[in-house]
Structures are given as structure tokens and as C-alpha cells.
């Protein structure tokens, strides 16, 4: 492990590697071993949206032919941009799931075979372990504890953090993840992949008291989302209209983004009463959704609910959450799993367990 | 630089994980080391240490290898990814020049004959990777081909890792002599004699699928 | 050689075809299904987007003796696994998948043998990994209610719609 000397003025370099879907990205950081605080030195993302969107979602083999051509120049040039050699990194950061196991397994061998070859310990992240600090890698993380809602195309969840490598999923989709649920929607309206933006882009012109959506879960006591039944509805009123005017599929598209928004506000808004917590983080995809973002800020100003949103660009797949979260774990002398593997099914609770 | 100006390289690691298995080895100039001939599947937990092990043996340093040769493929998708992003990974910071090796040019020598051999390994989704070897040296490019076609071919002597997915018959299939990691030593060996300019050779291990993707077929369609 | 009846029984004709009036109908039949299968059985699901196969799907594990009250859609994870009562049951989501090879990548083989019993939506991605006794189901909409739907259980592939 990683041996620290808790001096002023000396820092970690953390080269993270994340390629569990369908980007890869990079990034180096560099944490102040003083205070726990640091910052990003250096970060690169390749997006490979454009090249899944003709098959209306992420094709695991593409992603990973693409991760695999990505990523070994794109850390020479982050490692260059940086001005570092590898001697100058003290630990390899990556990603080893969830996620798809062809995409994850490009990241962990290139990362455990370069600690190997340069001698650098190399700690694998829980994906969405990341996503739950993202808020600290350019700020201060809330204190503890703290509720995060993560919610993107494969996940939709409310975890209560009490510290780091402490998390517990107090509510979770029982069935379709929010981000889903506007592909799916998408795809039913013969909108293009991914469907959030774009549900986002026609709802801006659209009226969304036209129809009556249903907003599954929110009347149930307790903290669980399901939007499986909203799709079929939306699959319904598709049927029932027949053919789709261009004002129909605005309306849509603004009925299917508040009925989403409002559960998810609702529900984390109760997690934070039920929890007694005053922080809240909204991290994954679909917190870069402006509207969630406009309604829960204006909804929590007056529970006196803090309300922490990452970066724009921090809320999607990225390699700096991946770098902070292994720099706290050094930090707070935690010690990650000795034998590990890319694990496309890493449970959030499995973390800790080797 | 030319290749006047450099030695050609004495250490070479080489890795081959296109069919399910580890094949790796390592060439000094004086010495053939060898590891993984077993039924190891390449994985990114066990491989890393296979080839540490192989440099222990011959008391090297990673900084003493001078190139690493990559079996490409056609083979396992997967298999062919863990072993570039494996070898790529190693040759980080290291940028030494990547000799790129067909992976039924290893099956062709594991047959350890001087005639002609066709080489034929199951591709899935009704296709075969097809490649003709003589003497280490390929009389044709690799190819990927329906089954369909291999059958109208003449038929010839010819090695394979499975059973065809058809009936070959007239086809004589050769057993494999070599295991695979002596018939890539032996391929690499053959093939570094032929490299006049390493400083050319590419420093990223680049996989040869010679296969769309199934979506991508789709997507043709 | 086997014995072969002299008229081979037309495999193409559903087994069980059936109207389902509402989600009510379609979980009952489901789990009326879900008594004939066996660990080792792989479930092929059939259908547009909305017709219910995660309905179905879902009514098939309860009734399996799965337990967990949220049943995530496998879309993303592309298997999720669950334990049910003599068996484990694994819903799978083949909808972003290529192909045989990156199938093998995510050992979907293990879970078409004993003690698994596994459910596939979007089974067209790899139809070259399902044998013959793979189980075919296919919900449809009806034109004429959208509460309906048509389940065909069928012991070969269904036809295009």
C-alpha cells in the first residue's frame, strides 16, 4: 500500500482510468496529504456517444474496441500535459466496475500492468462510488452524513454517506433507472439516442399539463422509484395518438420530463426528512438535467436542505471522480482489496470486501 | 534513426491470448524462456504476473526489454483486448516499437511442418478465419470467410484449435505438434529476422478483429 | 438412428395461445408458466418495447420464489441474478449485445445450465446460442385495447411480426 507522509506541503498524484461504459477518460490528481483537499491536474474524456447512437444504445463490443484504441495514447498525452513521468505518480486509480465487463477489463489490465511495470499501487474504485464524492473534487464535500441521489441510465438510488467506504442504499428503482426511462421513452417517440437530452430539448417547447403522466411511487411510504409503468404509459398515449404531430411530441417529451423530475425531487426531499440529513448530492447523468436541477434547489431553500450539485461535467462518467475517490482512500488510510478483478456486478454494499 | 544506427532489440516479450489460453515468452538473444503453455484463460488478475514471472527467470527488468510482440489475432475478442491493454499497459512509459504477430501464424508453426499448411479456426456467426502458412511466412493475407467458402476451397492440409464447423472432407487436419507457446517464440523469432526498421514498428498493440461487430453487421443490413 | 414419427409434429404451431385482458391476467398466466420450468430451462422473451416482457418476466421470478422487492431492469447491467426457491433465476437484456463472442465475455453460458433458470429479452441478438429447447414466449399488443395482449408460447422462434 501506499506509504504517506502526513508533511506539510506533500501530495499524492493519483492517475485514474475509467472505461466502465461508454467513455474513457483519464485524469490526474493531485491531493495535499496535510488536509485531504487537492485538485485536478490534468483530465481528458473521449465520448463515444456518436458512435453508439445508430444502434440506440451503448454496444459493448464497440465500447470496447473503442475503449481499447482510446486509451493508452490518451494517458501519454495527459501524462505529458501534466508535465509527469510515471516515477512522479504515486498510485493508479480504476475503475473495476459495475459496469460492462468487456469495457472494464480494458481499463484494469492496462492499469495493473502499468503498476506493475513502473512499481505503483494500483487501487480499484467502485464506480459509482465515485459519482456519490464527485462534489469534492472541486469543492468541499458536504459533511457527513450526507444523502446522495444517483440517478443515470443504469441506476436510480438514494444512498446515505456516513464516510468514505460507508454507504447505504435507503431507496433504489425496482425496476427501469430514470435515464432509461427517457431512452426508452425516446425510442418510443422516435426521438434519437440518448433520449434525456433530447426529451430535454423538445420538452423546452412543449406544454407539460397536456398529459397526464403518472408519477409511480410517489404516493408509496417509502424511498423506492419504479418507471417502468411510466413507459408503458407513454407507450399508451404514442398508441392512442396515432400519428405524432411535432406539437404532440414537445407536449410529450414535457409530460415525461416533470413526471420524472417530480418523483425524483420528491423522493430525495423525503430521504433527507426521513434520514434528519441536510445535505443532499444529485450526481449521474441525468443531474445534468436542468430542470431537476431549478426544481429540487427550489424546493429544498425552503426545508433548509443544502443542495450540492457536481460540475456539469462531473455529473456524467469521468476519471477525476475516480481519482478523488481513490485519494480519500489513501487519505484515510483505508486499504482497498489485495485480489480483485474487473467485477461487472460490484454491488455498492460489496464494498470493503474482497 | 535507421536501422544501422540501432541494434536490433536482444530481449523481446511476447504474448499471444487470442484462443482462451496464455501463450507468452520471452527472448533474449541467448535464451527462449517460456510460461502459460497451460489451460490458463488470460485473465487481466493472472496475466500480469505470468509475465513478471517469465522476466524474473531470466533476471531482466521491465526498463531491459528492448520490445514486446503482440499476437493480434484474428481470435477472441476479449482475449485479444485483455493481452493489448496488458501489453500496452507494460509498454507505457517504456514506448518500445510493438511487433505485431498473426495469431494463426502461431497455430501454422504449432504444426511444425515445412509444406504449406492452411490454418482454419472457428469465427462464430458462421464464419471462419482462414490463413495460409509456408516456412513462417504467410503466402496470404488472413481472412475471415463463411464457412460456406472454406467448403468450395480446395482442400489442403490444414490445423485448427476446434473441430470445423462443417464436414471438410478430402482436408487432412494436421495434430498440433508445438504447444503454443514454443510455436510463438518460434514465429516471433522468425519474425523480428525479417524487421529492417523497428523505430517504425507502431508502440500501441492494435488487435486484428478482421470482424465487424454483430451491430455493426446489423447496421449494414 | 431415433425413432421419428412419420409426420413430424408442426413445432412452428404456438403451444399455448391466449388473449390476457389485463396486467392482472398476464401476471397469472405467468406464473401458471413459471410452474413448468425447471433449473437448466432458458426462457426466450419475444416483443415490442411495451408489450410486457418485464411484466412477464418479473410475475415468472416471484413466482420462482424470488424474494427482492426491487427487480432492477437488466437493460444496463445486461444480467441480473437473483435467488429463487430451488433454483437461481437470471433476467437477462441481450438488446445492446453483438454476438457470440461477447456473450462468452460475460459467461452467459453458466446460466443456461443447472441451477439457473434464465430469462431473455431481445434474444434475436444471439440466436446462435439458444438450442432447441429453449422456450419461446412473445406478448403483442391488440389493436383494439391497449390493456390486451396475445401470448404465444411456442417450442421454436417465433415469426416476424
Known amino acids: 500500500m501506499i506509504r504517506l507522509f502526513r508533511e506539510e506541503g506533500s501530495s499524492l498524484f493519483v492517475l485514474a482510468i475509467e472505461s466502465s461504459c461508454d467513455e474513457t477518460a483519464v485524469a490526474i490528481y493531485q491531493g495535499e496529504l496535510i488536509n485531504g483537499r487537492g485538485r485536478i491536474v490534468a483530465e481528458r474524456v473521449a465520448s463515444q456517444i456518436a458512435t453508439h447512437a445508430p444502434f440506440g444504445g451503448v454496444v459493448p463490443e464497440i465500447a470496447s474496441r473503442e475503449h481499447l484504441a482510446a486509451l493508452p495514447p490518451m494517458v501519454d498525452a495527459l501524462l505529458g500535459e501534466a508535465d509527469l513521468a510515471w516515477q512522479g505518480l504515486d498510485a493508479i486509480a480504476v475503475t473495476a466496475g459495475p459496469g460492462l465487463m468487456g469495457a472494464l477489463l480494458v481499463g484494469v489490465s492496462y492499469a495493473k500492468a502499468a503498476g506493475m511495470a513502473h512499481g505503483i499501487p494500483v487501487i480499484p474504485v467502485h464506480h459509482m462510488e465515485g459519482h456519490l464524492l464527485a462534489p469534492g473534487i472541486t469543492g468541499d464535500l458536504p459533511a457527513f452524513p450526507f444523502i446522495t441521489l444517483l440517478v443515470s441510465g443504469g441506476h436510480t438510488m438514494l444512498v446515505r454517506v456516513d464516510g468514505i467506504g460507508q454507504y447505504h442504499v435507503i431507496g433504489q428503482t425496482l425496476d427501469d433507472a430514470a435515464g432509461e426511462c427517457f431512452d426508452k421513452s425516446a425510442r418510443l417517440l422516435g426521438l434519437a439516442y440518448p433520449g434525456g437530452p433530447e426529451i430535454s430539448r423538445l420538452a423546452a417547447f412543449g406544454d407539460a399539463a397536456r398529459f397526464d403522466l403518472p408519477r409511480p411511487m410517489l404516493n408509496k411510504d417509502n424511498l423506492n422509484f419504479s418507471f417502468s409503468g411510466l413507459k408503458t404509459a407513454v407507450m399508451y398515449t404514442v398508441r392512442n395518438a396515432g400519428n405524432l404531430t411535432k406539437d404532440m411530441r414537445c407536449d410529450l417529451a414535457a409530460s415525461i420530463e416533470i413526471a420524472v423530475v417530480d418523483v425524483l425531487v420528491k423522493k430525495s426531499l423525503c430521504a433527507c426528512h426521513q434520514e434528519n440529513v441536510t445535505h443532499l448530492v444529485v450526481a449521474g447523468g441525468v443531474a445534468a438535467n436542468r430542470h431537476l436541477r431549478r426544481q429540487l434547489e427550489g424546493e429544498a431553500a425552503g426545508r433548509e436542505i443544502t443542495v450540492h450539485l457536481p460540475d456539469l461535467r462531473y455529473c456524467t462518467d469521468n476519471a477525476a471522480m475516480i481519482a478523488y475517490a481513490a485519494f480519500q482512500y489513501c487519505w484515510s488510510d483505508i486499504h482497498g482489496p489485495v485480489d480483485w478483478d474487473a467485477n461487472p456486478r460490484w454491488r455498492l454494499v460489496d464494498i470493503n470486501k474482497s | 534513426m535507421t536501422s544501422s544506427q540501432q541494434p536490433p532489440p536482444r530481449n523481446i516479450l511476447a504474448l499471444d491470448t487470442a484462443h482462451s489460453l496464455v501463450a507468452a515468452c520471452l527472448l533474449t538473444g541467448s535464451d527462449v524462456y517460456h510460461a502459460g503453455a497451460g489451460a490458463e484463460k488470460p485473465r487481466s488478475i493472472s496475466l500480469a504476473s505470468t509475465l513478471t514471472s517469465l522476466l524474473e527467470k531470466a533476471g531482466l527488468q521491465w526498463h531491459d526489454l528492448d520490445a514486446f510482440a503482440f499476437g493480434c489475432g484474428p481470435g477472441s475478442f476479449t482475449g485479444l483486448r485483455i493481452g493489448a491493454a496488458t501489453l500496452a499497459g507494460l509498454n507505457s512509459g517504456l514506448n518500445r516499437p510493438m511487433l505485431h504477430i498473426s495469431s494463426l501464424a502461431i497455430t501454422a508453426a504449432q504444426a511444425d511442418t515445412s509444406d504449406a499448411i492452411t490454418v482454419i479456426e472457428d469465427a462464430r456467426a458462421g464464419e471462419a478465419f482462414i490463413a495460409c502458412h509456408q516456412a513462417g511466412k504467410a503466402l496470404r493475407p488472413d481472412r475471415c470467410l463463411p464457412w460456406q467458402e472454406v467448403a468450395a476451397m480446395p482442400s489442403a492440409a490444414y490445423a485448427s484449435h476446434t473441430e470445423p464447423a462443417i464436414d471438410l472432407p478430402a482436408w487432412q487436419r494436421l495434430p498440433l505438434q508445438l504447444s503454443r507457446d514454443q510455436a510463438l517464440a518460434r514465429t516471433v523469432g522468425h519474425a523480428a529476422g525479417q524487421i529492417t526498421d523497428w523505430q517504425a514498428l507502431p508502440r500501441y498493440p492494435q488487435p486484428a478483429y478482421l470482424q465487424p461487430s454483430q451491430a455493426e453487421r446489423n447496421a449494414h443490413v | ?161
Do not use: N
Request: charged share 30%; proline share 7%.
Open chain 3, 1 to 161: 438412428m431415433r425413432w421419428l414419427p412419420e409426420v413430424p409434429p408442426d413445432r412452428t404451431r404456438p403451444v399455448t395461445e391466449k388473449r390476457l385482458h389485463s396486467e392482472a391476467e398476464t401476471v397469472a398466466f405467468a406464473e401458471e408458466f413459471a410452474h413448468t420450468l425447471k433449473p437448466g430451462d432458458v426462457v426466450a422473451m419475444h416483443g415490442d418495447l411495451g408489450a410486457g416482457k418485464s411484466v412477464f418476466c418479473r410475475a415468472v421470478m416471484r413466482a420462482l420464489g424470488v424474494k427482492d422487492e426491487a427487480m432492477p431492469s437488466p437493460t444496463f447491467a445486461i444480467i441480473q441474478e437473483y435467488e429463487g426457491k430451488d433454483c437461481r433465476v437470471a433476467h437477462m437484456d441481450w438488446y445492446r449485445l453483438t454476438g457470440g463472442d461477447e456473450l462468452d465475455a460475460i459467461g452467459v453460458r453458466d446460466y443456461m445450465q443447472p441451477p439457473w433458470i434464465c430469462l431473455i429479452e431481445w434474444p434475436g441478438r444471439a440466436p446462435e446460442l439458444l438450442d432447441a429447447s429453449t422456450r419461446h414466449v412473445k406478448l403483442a399488443c391488440v389493436d383494439d385495447d391497449l390493456e390486451v395482449r396475445r401470448v404465444e408460447v411456442l417450442t421454436t422462434w417465433p415469426k416476424q411480426a
